[in-house]
């Protein structure tokens, strides 16, 4: 009898002594099934994007741009794509680009910059608000080029870089290395040369690296700002080239415009479209408004198909 109850203390000690270790071992299998399971539609309780896929029709998105690519971004699932390893000229989309090289460097934002004729566009000719005389903070520099497209601004922020003009497009070409951009070149930093090319899938690439800069996000998301110039404290008002940043039906936390004869009307945006992050990626899109039309098209398709899909 005493032998039996010698054995029975020992098993329990035993158990006593294995269980934490079980009990431990079962926690870390669920943490790891929850961590596998986390993502951004369970979360928030959204559809994961690749059910949601199989809810949309490609054929029934008419757009009038002919490359075009939407991102779930959260997911990193794409949604629609067309020609999206096409490489086009890529005009004023550039200058997201060149606000990332500028804040990378570290410089004084508070550095006054005049604008001279150097800065001029000789390529196409475009007008300026920034005549020449024209004195802005380095910061009123990238505003102004983020939010209006100003070439001026952009040609004098590279000017003004440390080496010199040609030394800030080679730092573009090796910061569009290292993001992987591989298809895409830099000539210029405003965008004017047809020779700035690149392609749907490289620029969602930009799209994601420029969304890491809080001073991008925050001025390419303003709908109207202004800049002075310091000569005498005029102020120039201007309006975001995006005119979707305006709208209250829209929720947009990055946009850049551009357009060039070769490159036709392009736009990339980060947005929420019934609450799940989307980067769109429009190139060479028909006419002036047709980028727009192809943002609301592609915003009212996604709705429909989460409805369809819940």
């Known amino acids: 009898m005493k032998k039996s109850q010698h054995i029975f203390a020992l098993l329990m000690l035993l158990f006593l002594a294995i269980h934490p270790l079980l009990a ?14 986390t993502n951004a539609s369970s979360i928030s309780g959204l559809i994961p994007a690749k059910i949601l896929k199989k809810h949309l029709n490609p054929k029934s998105l008419y757009l009038h741009s002919s490359t075009a ?21 890529i005009a004023s989309l550039t200058k997201l680009m060149t606000a990332m090289v500028i804040l990378d460097a570290k410089l004084d934002l508070n550095k006054k910059i005049r604008i001279k004729r150097k800065d001029r566009d000789r390529l196409r000719g475009s007008k300026s608000r920034l005549s020449y ?29 440390p080496g010199g003009y040609e030394a800030f497009i080679r730092q ?6 290292t993001l992987h951009m591989l ?3 830099f000539k210029d930093p405003s965008g004017l040369h047809s020779g700035n090319i690149s392609t749907a899938q490289d620029l969602v690439k930009l799209v994601k690296a420029a969304s890491q800069y809080p001073l991008i996000r925050k001025m390419t998301a303003t709908g109207r ?35 060039i004869a070769d490159s036709g009307y392009c736009l990339v945006m980060q947005t929420t479209i019934a609450r799940r992050d ?33």
């Open 183 to 185: 298809k895409t070149v």
């Open 278 to 310: 989307i980067i769109i990626v429009l190139l060479n899109s028909w006419g002036k408004l047709s980028k727009f039309g192809d943002s609301n098209r592609i915003k009212r398709w996604l709705q429909r198909a989460e409805k369809r899909a819940s």
């Open 225 to 259: 700002s202004y800049v002075t110039d310091l000569r005498a404290g005029w102020k120039v008002e201007f309006f975001n080239t995006n005119r979707l940043v305006r709208r209250k039906n829209w929720d947009i936390s990055l946009s850049k415009t551009g357009y």
């Open 24 to 37: 431990a071992e079962s926690g870390a299998g669920n943490v790891q099934k929850t961590r596998f399971s």
């Open 69 to 89: 690519l939407v991102l779930d971004l959260n997911e990193g699932v794409q949604l629609y794509g067309k020609e999206t390893n096409k490489q086009m000229p």
């Open 133 to 161: 005389g024209t004195i802005l903070t380095r910061k009123d520099m990238i505003k102004i080029a983020l939010i209006a497209s100003e070439n001026r601004a952009s040609k004098a922020l590279a000017r003004t870089y």
């Open 172 to 177: 573009m070409n090796r910061k569009a290395k």
